[in-house]
């Protein structure tokens, strides 16, 4: 199976900020990833795919880079609504896997 | 626009069964690999079976194999799972997920189905 990890768990950051979340997988996923954003008590929500790909209505603030085993969802300028937790998911391979998701906060 | 409606979800006792329904609109149901994903109270998501369009390919999570059932009634546009021998650890919201036309390529999710194994 292959492991994604996120990193950090926790994110405490502050409006406006440059906020930077990693994911790493176990083995070469080329570029089949997702990223989600959920909300407290609400379904997860499609943000990118395809590593880098914006879902249509997502703003441009989120952006989504990286290859391999190796990537990134940035957010340029952090926002009020986008206090949330955050996964990525591989479709490289089943069993489909998620990392353990990133809470981000305000600081 | 896609839409996901999850029902079925309830109060069970370990070693009982259930059947979770996803009711789907907003597009062509046949084509589309449907998945469910589940989430424990607190905790992350975890993928639990996946079943193609024409229901000839199906593809499940290790912690489900042989418990869980999934399908699919395209004249209804409805997939199921059929749960079966229910633990504790089955307690979760299960979520019905629409894939981008690539099994697990991104997912548009339903509301979820709560499902709760507790004596």
């Known amino acids: 199976d292959i492991q994604m990890t996120q990193s950090p768990s926790s994110l405490p950051a502050s409006i406006g900020d440059r906020v930077t979340i990693t994911c790493q997988a176990s083995?070469?996923?080329?570029?089949?990833l997702n990223w989600y954003q959920q909300k407290a008590g609400k379904a997860p929500k499609l943000l990118i795919y395809?590593?880098?790909t914006l879902e249509t209505g997502v703003p441009s603030r989120f952006r989504g880079s990286g290859s391999g085993t190796d990537f990134t969802l940035t957010i340029s300028s952090l926002q009020p609504e986008d206090i949330a937790t955050y996964y990525c998911?591989?479709?490289?391979?089943?069993?489909?896997?998620f990392g353990q998701g990133t809470r981000l906060d305000i600081k | 626009e896609v839409q996901l409606l999850e029902s079925g979800g309830g109060l069970v006792q370990p070693g009982g069964s259930l059947r979770l329904s996803c009711e789907a609109s907003?597009?062509?149901?046949?084509?589309?690999?449907i998945s469910w994903v589940r989430q424990a109270p607190g905790k992350g998501l975890e993928w639990v079976a996946s079943?193609?369009?024409?229901?000839?390919?199906?593809h499940y999570g290790d912690s489900v194999k042989g418990r869980f059932t999934i399908s699919r009634d395209n004249s209804k546009n409805t997939l199921y799972l059929e749960m079966r021998s229910l633990r504790a650890e089955d307690t979760a919201r299960y979520y019905c997920?629409?894939?981008?036309?690539?099994?697990?390529?991104?997912?548009?999710w339903g509301q979820g189905a709560l499902v709760t194994v507790s004596s």
């Open positions: 997920a629409r894939d981008r036309g690539e099994l697990g390529r991104g997912y548009h």
């Open positions: 998911q591989q479709y490289d391979n089943v069993p489909l896997t």
């Open positions: 907003g597009f062509t149901f046949r084509i589309y690999f």
């Open positions: 395809d590593t880098s």
């Open positions: 079943m193609s369009g024409s229901g000839d390919v199906v």
């Open positions: 083995r070469d996923i080329s570029h089949y």
